[in-house]
């Protein structure tokens, strides 16, 4: 039972993560438009301290090596599915050997394609910076990194999309929270080596020492700048254009999302789901030129992935919010 059900959960995620990419990118089969490699800057901040995360906080707190590759529509981790030797080994160890070994393996598929293998932190707060660049054929995102010392703790994304509607995405910040690989049973950032038997699946870490007077706090962002775009035609998302954010996200209950008009005017902002369906407008009037907030709290209609969407005069943008319920 264990077995279908797994292949259950990866085959719906599989089909989101393809309406995803159609909805996203706006390609369609059978075309073959001008290839496109983007140049992205990413920051690796992390804010996990005694501060922000008090209860146990290790003395020697880190962070492994980035470990990630751009892709096509795939999953190389997600919740509630069975991590992979891959994730196991760099949740548990830091070891990205296993990971390369899936990675060669997708790229000689045509799945995976640039390879991402950057430093960790060596201590926590700080920060790291890298670039890579991305193909408008694989435009997806997968990079992880262990919480260390943990039993089997990590931050990253899984197929984070580039593009929206067939543009790069200018700037994309990401908050970071702790996963849980599932296959460790340590609940302590010291904890000796448990295995699970038989291995759960990977989960996002709400209590223990991640859970601070009721809430948990992110362990860092990251956060993606553009730095260019080589082959063709179809544009970048606008810098001066209409800007906006969310946090946290992915996220459970409530998410706050602020967004920015560089002149005033008529304001849509739209929640759609997956299937292209309206879940909620939740602006739909005049604004002034600057910054706007609110908080969404969704119904139970809304859950998993979906795709904020707004609007103002000429400019339109796109940001893929996720909640985990």
């Known amino acids: 039972m264990a077995s279908i059900h797994r292949e259950h959960i990866e085959t719906r995620f599989t089909v989101l993560v393809g309406l995803i990419w159609v909805l996203l990118t706006g390609l369609t089969s ?5 290839q496109q490699t983007a ?51 760099m949740a548990e160890t830091g070891s990205k050997s296993n990971l390369n070994a899936i990675f060669n393996d997708t790229e000689a598929q045509g799945i995976a394609d640039f390879r991402i293998d950057g430093p960790g932190l060596a201590t926590s707060p700080a920060s790291v910076t890298i670039s890579f660049q991305a193909q408008s054929s694989h435009p997806f995102l997968t990079l ?6 943990s039993p089997d703790w990590f931050v990253g994304v899984s197929g984070l999309p580039l593009m929206a509607f067939g543009a790069w995405q200018q700037q994309i910040e990401i908050d970071l929270y702790a996963w849980d690989a599932g296959t460790d049973s340590g609940t302590s950032y010291a904890s000796s080596n448990v295995a699970t ?41 606008p810098v001066d254009g209409v800007t906006v954010d969310s946090f946290p996200n992915p996220f459970s209950d409530r998410v706050t999302l602020q967004y920015t008009l560089p002149t005033p005017g008529h ?16 602006v739909s009037e005049s604004k002034e030129q600057g910054t706007h907030q609110l908080d969404w709290r969704p119904g139970l209609q809304a859950n998993g992935p979906m795709l904020l969407r707004i609007a103002s005069g000429q400019q339109v943008v796109h940001r893929l919010l996720h909640q985990v319920r």
Do not use: C, D
């Not at 990413?42 to 090596?65: D, I, K, Q, R």
């Not at 470990?67 to 994730?87: M, Q, R, V």
């Not at 870490?205 to 035609?233: C, D, K, Q, Y």
């Open 197 to 237: 038997q038989p291995p759960v699946p990977i989960s996002r870490l709400t209590g223990g020492p991640f859970l601070v007077n009721g809430t948990v706090p992110r362990m860092g962002r990251f956060i993606l700048n553009l730095l260019s775009v080589t082959g063709t035609e179809k544009e970048i998302l």
């Open 144 to 149: 992880v990194s262990m919480i260390a010392p």
């Open 39 to 89: 140049t992205y800057e990413l920051t690796f901040v992390s804010e996990w301290s005694a501060t922000t995360h008090p209860a146990n906080f290790p003395s020697n707190a880190h962070y492994s090596g980035l470990i990630g590759t751009t892709h096509k529509a795939y999953s190389f981790w997600l919740p509630n599915a069975l991590a992979s030797a891959g994730i196991q080994s």
């Open 267 to 282: 304001v849509s902002v739209q929640v759609f789901n997956l299937e292209g369906s309206l879940v909620e407008t939740l």
């Open 30 to 34: 059978g075309t073959a438009s001008g």
